[in-house]
């Protein structure tokens, strides 16, 4: 049986109760919950459940395991087929799967895009001339293939603001450096008293 709930992490009761025999009692052990003594009733010896009990689940986790891995085998060797010059949209068509298109997203903007972060990650380091990732992606036991389709560069306007923007900050921090320079000057040439009262 399970041992009480505040006891089951501490692994002294755990390897204590282990260790003893049918009608043994253990010497004291000192638990975070106190002192406890263990007493074994009764030893369960184990078994293996006959393979009826059984079949149905073993099968079943043989079925998704096997699945699992030809899928995964299947992605690998089209992707391989496809790094050495088999045509994307042909190759999936053929293989009775659907290609889905994403809407561009970039490094900075993930919102429009539902890919899992694995997918998303390898795809930025995609490029024309380099449109297949080198292998799979796999998320929640789902494998990916994909390419490269396009790169969309940003609007020239868009680029103006954020050049602004930037421009503004970057002299924003150079006129707060000149002034602790300057402040720091004046301090080290007279004597500077500060006003606690007048500061808050």
């Known amino acids: 049986s399970s041992p009480p709930v505040a006891l089951a992490t501490n692994h002294t009761v755990i390897n204590t109760s282990f260790e003893l025999q049918k009608g043994e009692l253990s ?7 106190g002192y406890s003594i263990l007493y074994v009733e009764d030893v369960k010896e184990p078994e293996i459940p006959p393979l009826e009990e059984i079949k149905e689940a073993v099968t ?8 699992i891995r030809l899928a995964r085998e299947t992605a690998e060797e089209t992707l391989t087929a496809m790094q050495e010059g088999a045509d994307f949209t042909e190759t999936i068509n053929n293989s009775g799967h659907k290609i889905e298109e994403s809407l561009f997203f970039s490094r900075n903007n993930r919102s429009s895009t539902t890919l899992p972060a694995e997918l998303i990650s390898q795809a930025l380091s995609l490029t024309a001339a380099k449109p297949y990732p080198e292998k799979i992606a796999e998320s929640d036991g789902a494998f990916y293939i994909f390419r490269f389709k396009e790169l969309k560069k940003p609007a020239q306007d868009k680029i103006e603001q954020e050049k602004e923007a930037f421009e503004t900050q970057l002299l924003q921090g150079k006129q707060a450096e000149i002034l602790d320079a300057w402040l720091s000057h004046l301090m080290k040439q007279g004597e500077v008293t500060i006003n606690e009262s007048l500061m808050n």
């Open 27 to 33: 010497s004291l052990i000192e638990t975070p919950q």
């Open 60 to 67: 079943n986790d043989f079925k998704e395991d096997e699945a």
